[in-house]
């Protein structure tokens, strides 16, 4: 069994590193503000340097822009970026999510309209899913979309909208037949965020940050061609954006993640203990240091054979389910264990004392939401019983 690419795929790697370790320097150069990898203006700038590149639609077919790449080179692409420690974009929903969703599900003429856009950066998209009363349970949503004569009028509240408060447009899922059953009258649109009647209203993070808002839908109204698939199957549509979600999602996440306990050796190596050794040679640390280090390379195995799945047989399924607990839930120990290390100074990081220790205390707050976005690990945990294990439905 071979774990790891082709040697014709480590080639190709070669190139990418060569692009991304001249590019960024130079780029890092031209930027005038603090590189401050939380900025949203930052993370924008750099994204629309790499897709202003040429490296945007990397899995699209040719005839719209694409690179037709296969998932391997894909994930080759976001490993060499997140390994020169680039910054994530801003627009991953609209190039790992809606993109795909629109080229399997969309007319020609919504994929002219919309994808140029993406390709571009040009244009950001956001995911108009959750609402107060539906999480989880997202078929329970209540925004409704009534056909009036040449448009569809948008009434209704999503939550945790990530990006809306700097996206051009709005993929929304809302309710068009209130009386067929839960999963079978919704339908899936898209909305241009400077149409009348939206209102943003940004929530603030536990770190300080705003990457998420309210989204207020009040008489909105959007045309009958910005509907995608047929009314009414707004919940396949939904589905086959998830999986797509999990397909590359991952894998700068799972990089970050090996750079991480890296980062978190060097914290323990360089942090004293009342006996004047250094805490990487405590027994428990280094306990919890291999536990993390284990998981790393688990994880990495994981990112392989969901990659290898994909290939074989379409978008990933349940497995991707449990990369994502693994990773979400393994992060968390990873912060915990960098706020053992940094004790009391972790206090003067979150005042702004203490640089070092201000990074890890944002990444160990910001990790609080990563087993509850993109499926919380209780849903996660429901999927791999039902669809893995065979499990009856409780
Ligand atoms: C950082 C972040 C970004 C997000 N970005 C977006 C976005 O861009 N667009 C968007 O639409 N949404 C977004 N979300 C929302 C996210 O999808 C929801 O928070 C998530 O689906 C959970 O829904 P909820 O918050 O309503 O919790 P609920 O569904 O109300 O869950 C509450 C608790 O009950 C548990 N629970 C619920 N159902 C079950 C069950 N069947 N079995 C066992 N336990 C259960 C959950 O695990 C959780 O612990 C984001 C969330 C976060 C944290």
């Known amino acids: 069994m071979q774990v790891g690419y082709s040697a014709e795929d480590e080639v190709f790697r070669l190139t990418l590193r060569e692009w991304f ?28 340097y790499v897709c202003q590149s040429g490296w945007s639609g990397l899995g699209w077919p040719e005839k719209w822009g694409g690179k037709a790449w296969p998932l391997t080179r894909q994930a080759i692409f976001h490993e060499e970026q997140a390994r020169i420690g680039a910054p994530l974009g801003v627009n991953i929903i609209g190039h790992g999510i809606l993109a795909p969703t629109l080229i399997h599900f969309a007319s020609d003429a919504q994929k002219a309209r919309y994808l140029p856009g993406i390709l571009s950066n040009h244009d950001v998209w956001c995911q108009g899913y959750s609402e107060p009363g539906s999480g989880s349970d997202l078929a329970s949503l209540s925004t409704r979309a009534e056909k009036r004569g040449d448009c569809y009028v948008l009434n209704g509240h999503k939550i945790w909208t990530s990006f809306a408060h700097i996206a ?16 079978k009258g919704i339908s899936f649109f898209l909305v241009d965020m400077k149409s009348a009647g939206i209102r943003v209203s940004p929530i603030q993070q536990i770190t300080g940050e705003n990457d998420f808002n309210e989204v207020f839908f009040e008489d909105v109204e959007v045309p009958l061609d910005a509907l995608v698939g047929q009314e009414n199957e707004g ?15 991952f894998i700068p996440r799972l990089v970050r993640f090996a ?8 914290l323990a ?33 994981k990112g392989y054979r969901a990659l290898t799945n994909a290939l074989r047989a379409g978008p990933p ?37 203490d640089a070092q220790a201000a990074l890890w205390v944002r990444d160990y707050l910001w990790t609080r939401a990563e087993t509850i976005l993109a499926g919380t690990s209780e ?4 999927i791999l019983a039902e669809q893995m294990l065979g499990l009856p439905k409780s």
């Open 269 to 301: 190596a360089s942090t004293p203990t009342a006996q004047g050794s250094s805490a990487a040679h405590d027994p428990h640390m280094r306990r919890e240091l291999a536990k993390l280090a284990v998981d790393s390379h688990i994880l990495r195995l």
């Open 21 to 48: 370790e001249s590019h960024f320097p130079r780029f890092l150069q031209q930027w005038a503000g603090r590189p401050d990898p939380n900025d949203l203006t930052w993370r924008r700038a750099w994204e629309d």
């Open 379 to 382: 849903v996660q945990r429901n």
């Open 259 to 266: 750079q991480e306990v890296q980062s978190l050796h060097q």
């Open 317 to 353: 399924g349940a497995e991707g389910s449990s990369t994502k607990l693994h990773w979400s839930e393994a992060h968390q120990k990873l912060m915990n264990i960098s706020m053992e290390l940094l004790s009391e100074r972790a206090l003067q990081g979150s005042t702004g004392k």
């Open 235 to 249: 919940w396949r549509l939904a589905m086959a954006a998830a999986s797509f979600e999990r397909g590359t999602y």
């Open 168 to 183: 051009d447009y709005c993929f929304v899922l809302a309710r068009t037949d209130a009386n067929a059953q839960r999963h």
